[in-house]
C-alpha cells in the first residue's frame, strides 16, 4: 500500500528528509513536500537581486556527520567550492584577528589593559560564580569578567536583544564548550602543534559556487528526479493540520488556488514548532499550547549593498563589537564567492542585523536600512567614504534564532515529552525542534526522520542530534 508522506518546509532538514526518503526502493512512497516560501532553501536560500547573489547570514558548510558531507558532495559535485576562513572582530575601532592571534591582542589592548585581563581571569578562578545557570556566569567563570565585557557581552546582546544574564548556559556550553581561557591562549600562540594535545578552529570550509541556495536548488531537482511521486511545491503552506481515524488532515494554502485538503499517513514537520502546534487540531493541553504561544524566536535581516569600487576587505565576515552602531555582522560577499558578485571591480556585502519582530529596526522602511547600514559601515571605517553605494535591498528572515531564556528552560522539557507522544508526527531541524541546530544538524534530524518511515518505527531519537558533542567548529590537528 502506498504510504503518504507530507513534510513541511524545503530548508535543509525538510530536503534532506525527502531525498533520503527518494533514494529508498524498499517502500512505495508519495511524498509531498510543501514550502511557504517561492523558493526553497528555509534560511539557507540565497537570494539574488540582479546578479548579485546574497547568502542570509554566511553560511559555512562543515560537519562532524561523514553522511551530511556525503550528501553535499554528491548533490553539488562541481560547484562545491573549498574556501579559506577569515573572520575579525570589529571593537572600538580596532580590528581583532579571529580566532584571536596573542601579538594582536597585545598590540590592539595594550598592557596595561591585558594585565588587567589575565588579573580579571585570576579572580575569576579564585572567586568563581557558584551557579553557571546564566551566559554572563558561563564566560566569566572560563574567561574572567574583562575579557567577557570586552569580547563576549556587547554582540552576544546584540544577536539575542537581551542581556547575558538572561540567555542560558545551555546555549554558551552548545556553541563554545571546550574553549578555556588557555586554550584560547594557547591557540593565540604561535606555537608549533604536535598531535592532538592543541585544539585549533577549522580555517577551511566548503561553499557553493552562488552560495548555499545552489545546494538546496539542486537536491530538491533530484528528489523530484529520483521518483516520480515526490513533489516540491513551493507557496504552500500549511494552516491547519487536523487528526482523524489515525491520518492526518493537512489544509494547505496555495497562492493563487483555493485551500488545498489532503490526507496523509505521516508528517515530518520542520516548520517552527510554535506555529506547528498553535495549527494543529489534535488533543493538545492547554498548558501546552500556552508554552508554544509563548517561545520567543530572534529575527534577523540583511541590506543587501553593492558599492561602486572594488573591495578591500580581505575577510569573509566580520563581528562587530562596537556598541555604538548596531550592525551586528558583515559579510563580504565577494570573498565567499567570486561569482556571487556580477561585475568583480565592484564590493558586495550583506550587511546583517539581529532584530526582533516588529522592533525599531524591523520596522524600518527599506529606504532608512539602507541608509543606516552604509552610513555605519562608512562610521566604522569599513567602507571608504568616497565608496558610492548603487543598490540597497532589504532581506528580512523572521524565526531565525530559537531563544534560550529562562522561560524555555524551565517549560521546554515538558513540551519536548507531549510532542514526543504526538502519533505519526516528527519534528525536526532549527525553529522546528526550537534547537541551535546548524545545516548539518538540521540535515541529519532530516535524514533520521526518514529513516524512522522507513524502518515503521520511530526508533531514532532526533533529539540527541546535537546534544553532548564537542564544539563543532574545533577540529585536532
Ligand atoms: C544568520 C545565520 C547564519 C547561519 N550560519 C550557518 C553556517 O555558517 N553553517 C551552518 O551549518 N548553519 C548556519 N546557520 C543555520 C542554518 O541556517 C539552519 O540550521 C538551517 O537553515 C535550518 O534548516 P531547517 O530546514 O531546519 O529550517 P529552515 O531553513 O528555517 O527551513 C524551514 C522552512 O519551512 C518553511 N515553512 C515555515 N512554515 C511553513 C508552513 N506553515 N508551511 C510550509 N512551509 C513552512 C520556511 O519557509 C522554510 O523554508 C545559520 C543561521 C543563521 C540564522
Not at 103 to 123: D, H, Q, T, Y
Amino acid at each position: 500500500m502506498t504510504k503518504k508522506i507530507l513534510i513541511i518546509g524545503a530548508g535543509p532538514a525538510g530536503l534532506a528528509c525527502a531525498h533520503e526518503l527518494s533514494v529508498n526502493k524498499t517502500k512505495d512512497l508519495n511524498v509531498d513536500v510543501i514550502e511557504m516560501a517561492g523558493q526553497v532553501g528555509g534560511i539557507s536560500k540565497t537570494i539574488e537581486f540582479d546578479g548579485y547573489y546574497y547568502d542570509l547570514g554566511g553560511h559555512r558548510f562543515f560537519s562532524k556527520i561523514n553522511e551530511v558531507n556525503e550528501l553535499w558532495k554528491k548533490t553539488l559535485p562541481n560547484d562545491f567550492l573549498v574556501r579559506e576562513r577569515l573572520s575579525r572582530i570589529y571593537y572600538n575601532n580596532q580590528f581583532y584577528n579571529y580566532p584571536l592571534q596573542i601579538k594582536n591582542v597585545l598590540l590592539n589592548l595594550g598592557m596595561v589593559e591585558s594585565f588587567l585581563i589575565l588579573l580579571s581571569f585570576i579572580k575569576a578562578k579564585i572567586f568563581p560564580f557558584k551557579e553557571e545557570n546564566n551566559f554572563e556566569q558561563w564566560v566569566t567563570n572560563r574567561f574572567g569578567s574583562r575579557l567577557y565585557k570586552t569580547f563576549f557581552k556587547t554582540y552576544t546582546e546584540k544577536v539575542w536583544g537581551i542581556p547575558c544574564k538572561q540567555i542560558q548556559a545551555e546555549w554558551v556550553a552548545q556553541r563554545i564548550k571546550n574553549l578555556s581561557f588557555v586554550s584560547a591562549i594557547l591557540n593565540a600562540l604561535p606555537l608549533k602543534r604536535k598531535g592532538n594535545k592543541i585544539k585549533t578552529l577549522i580555517t577551511k570550509f566548503n561553499y557553493p559556487r552562488y552560495g548555499p541556495g545552489m545546494m538546496y536548488e539542486a537536491m530538491a531537482k533530484n528528489i523530484e528526479k529520483n521518483n516520480k511521486n515526490f513533489k516540491v511545491n513551493l507557496n504552500s503552506e500549511l494552516v491547519k493540520l487536523d487528526y482523524k481515524n489515525k491520518k492526518w488532515i493537512a489544509t494547505i494554502k496555495q497562492k493563487g488556488s483555493k485551500l488545498l485538503v489532503k490526507e496523509y499517513d505521516e508528517i515530518v514537520s520542520t516548520m517552527p514548532i510554535s506555529s506547528l502546534i498553535l495549527s494543529m487540531n489534535y488533543d493538545i493541553p492547554e498548558d501546552i499550547k500556552e508554552i508554544a504561544a509563548k517561545l520567543k524566536y530572534r529575527a534577523f535581516l540583511v541590506v543587501c549593498l553593492v558599492f561602486n569600487k572594488p573591495n578591500k576587505l580581505k575577510d569573509n565576515w566580520i563581528y562587530i563589537h562596537e556598541k555604538s552602531v548596531k550592525l551586528g555582522r558583515l559579510q563580504v560577499l565577494n570573498n565567499w564567492s567570486p561569482f556571487m558578485v556580477k561585475n568583480k571591480n565592484y564590493s558586495s556585502y550583506g550587511a546583517e542585523y539581529f532584530c526582533s519582530e516588529g522592533d525599531e529596526i524591523w520596522t524600518k522602511p527599506d529606504k532608512e536600512l539602507v541608509e543606516l547600514a552604509v552610513k555605519e559601515l562608512k562610521l566604522c571605517g569599513l567602507v571608504p567614504k568616497d565608496y558610492e553605494c548603487i543598490k540597497g535591498n532589504v532581506v528580512y528572515a523572521k524565526k531565525t534564532y530559537p531563544v534560550y531564556d529562562e522561560f524555555y528552560r524551565d517549560n521546554m522539557p515538558k513540551f519536548i515529552e507531549f510532542v514526543k507522544t504526538i502519533p505519526k508526527l516528527q519534528v525536526a531541524g532549527r525553529c522546528g525542534m526550537f534547537k541551535y541546530n546548524n545545516m548539518d544538524h538540521s540535515i541529519y534530524t532530516g535524514l533520521l526522520a526518514a529513516r524512522n518511515i522507513i524502518l515503521e518505527h520511530h526508533k531514532y531519537d532526533l533529539w540527541s542530534v546535537n546534544q553532548d558533542e564537542e564544539y563543532h567548529e574545533i577540529k585536532k590537528e
